[in-house]
């Protein structure tokens, strides 16, 4: 069974940055990606990155802003969030799977327990 940990959540103003980790176990190299669930919402797709870090997909309203990388050959992955907004305010959950790339609607098949991020003055 593979285990993902996402930390790095916390609070920050508007405007503010921060950078999100995650880490999931296993043998194999995962493709993983970031969700999200604002309160009394849906949890929505935010990233995703191959399982070799050469391709990247993002939901289109929060390209430019965010940015998914990640370690090279280790299933270790970062959401740098820049400009951050109030409506940016959810709980992030990190999601892996064997395959690239992950679906938007459904996720992966490994998920995280969620770290939450507060955009507040």
């Known amino acids: 069974q593979v285990q993902v940990i996402e930390s790095g959540g916390g609070l920050v103003q508007p405007g503010g940055s921060l950078r999100l980790s995650c880490a999931a176990s296993g043998r194999s190299t995962l493709a993983m990606g970031w969700f999200r669930q604002a309160p009394g919402q849906e949890r929505e797709f935010v990233a995703a990155?191959?399982?070799?870090?050469?391709?990247?997909h993002y939901t289109s309203s929060l390209k430019g802003r965010f940015t998914i990388s990640r370690v090279n050959a280790k299933n270790t992955v970062y959401l740098q969030m820049n400009s951050l907004k109030p409506e940016d305010t959810a709980v992030y959950y990190c999601n892996a799977d064997q395959i690239y790339p992950i679906s938007t609607t459904q996720g992966g098949a490994f998920w995280g327990q969620g770290t939450q991020v507060t955009v507040s003055s």
């Open positions: 990155i191959s399982n070799s870090g050469g391709s990247t």
